[in-house]
């Protein structure tokens, strides 16, 4: 098996863009009758989603487009399985609120405790998986299944495929009645902007951000629009791939608390701002301000370092995609930086042994 960097990059270069016009690569063979009738009568107006990681990533991403577009569908990501303290019950206990159920591999535990904890509401229950434990359970129970059927996955990091996700998810909702549009013209288009868009200006922004987060904290802070679609994800990218330590926070928050923490002259930090030119007047001078106090030339700012990533114009799809490149880019020259080996922790944190290293070669090599 090809390094993780070495995948990651070819994964950048080649699969990152085309993930877009890829949304074909899912089954809805599994769900029930009795769910498809509820979705053609549009019974549902709400979805919680529930999952760990970046099988639920997705749906923050979701939350996001959903609301910049102002959807009736109303969108709650729960990343965790004891919703009692993540949402109210008058969410939880409504009949028009749809449960998604998300686990690519279908073998982490807390969508199966989810699951298990949703047994009365099984009749708006949907499964989001490519099997495993999971969707063993939703067979038994004849609870639908959407199963992900993507063609060259890479077991060990589903993050890479995030771009590929949303295209399904959009195809899917078409299907199901939850979405006009199936958004296959947007995403071709998006596909061919994307690789246009990544231009010289881009690439030396990836070169100083690279440059100033190496050895540093990197701090990432945005308005609430870009704080979980986009941030979360980023956070993801710098923890897994580069193996640096990265935060996220709200901008304005950060503000207010955090920024206290780079009064220290001898730790180093990265700050970076993700300034949207459609955030308000007072959230660009506010950042402006910010990037003047942790530029002025004093002692304290010896190691403090803060970027700008301006999002451009466009839409939220080509605003989010064309950020999250720049964040692949950097994460991946920090990673070639440190060139610090996997210990599968993430695997044996969460008892999911399917991402194991030594699972997936074990596999490769009875293949």
């Known amino acids: 098996m090809k390094s993780r960097l070495d995948r990651y990059e070819e994964f950048i270069e080649k699969e990152y863009r085309a993930g ?36 639920a990533i997705v749906s923050d991403i979701v939350r996001g487009y959903f609301a910049e577009i102002g959807s009736p569908i109303e969108v709650h990501v729960l990343n965790d399985y004891d919703f009692r303290f993540l ?8 009949e028009g609120t749809l449960y998604i159920i998300s686990s690519y591999s279908g073998h982490s535990q807390e969508p199966v405790l989810a699951y298990q904890g949703l047994k009365s509401k099984q009749d708006r229950v949907l499964l989001l998986t490519s099997g495993g434990k999971l969707a063993g359970l939703g067979q038994a129970d004849g609870v639908s299944i959407a199963y992900w059927r993507l063609r060259e996955p890479d077991r ?26 199936n958004h296959h013209t947007r995403l071709a288009e998006l596909s061919a902007e994307l690789e246009a868009d990544y231009d010289n200006t881009r690439r030396e922004l990836v070169e100083r951000v690279a440059h100033d ?3 540093a904290n990197v701090i990432m802070i945005a308005s609430p629009k870009w704080h979980e679609s986009l941030l979360k994800l980023a956070k993801m990218h710098f923890n897994e791939m580069s193996m640096v330590p990265a935060a996220r926070n709200y901008f304005h928050e950060f503000c207010h608390s955090e920024v206290a923490t780079l009064s220290d002259p001898d730790r180093k930090h990265s700050v970076i701002w993700f300034a949207d030119p459609d955030d308000d007047d007072y959230t ?9 106090l942790l530029t002025e030339e004093r002692p304290e700012n010896l190691n403090v370092r803060i970027s700008r990533v301006d999002l451009g114009e466009g839409d939220f799809l ?4 064309n950020a999250l ?6 994460a991946l020259a920090l990673g070639r930086y440190h060139e610090t080996n996997s210990r599968d922790l993430i695997s044996e944190s969460a008892g999911n042994p399917w991402y194991h290293s030594t699972t997936i070669e074990s596999e490769l090599a009875g293949a």
Not at 87 to 94: E, H, Q, T, Y
Not at 166 to 171: E, N, S, V
């Open 20 to 55: 877009l016009t890829k949304p074909d690569e899912y089954s809805l063979e599994a769900i029930t009758p009795k769910l498809r009738s509820r979705f053609a009568n549009g019974e549902f107006k709400r979805i919680v989603f529930t999952g760990m990681g970046c099988s």
């Open 325 to 330: 490149n720049i964040v692949q880019h950097t």
């Open 156 to 181: 060990e990091y589903p993050l890479f495929h995030v771009s590929q996700y949303f295209a399904i998810l959009m195809d899917m909702f078409h299907k199901l009645g939850l979405l006009d549009d």
């Open 87 to 94: 949402a109210p019950s008058s969410v939880l206990d409504d």
């Open 213 to 215: 987060s190496q050895d």
């Open 284 to 292: 660009i001078a506010k950042g402006e301000n910010l990037v003047r």
């Open 318 to 321: 080509r605003k989010y995609f």
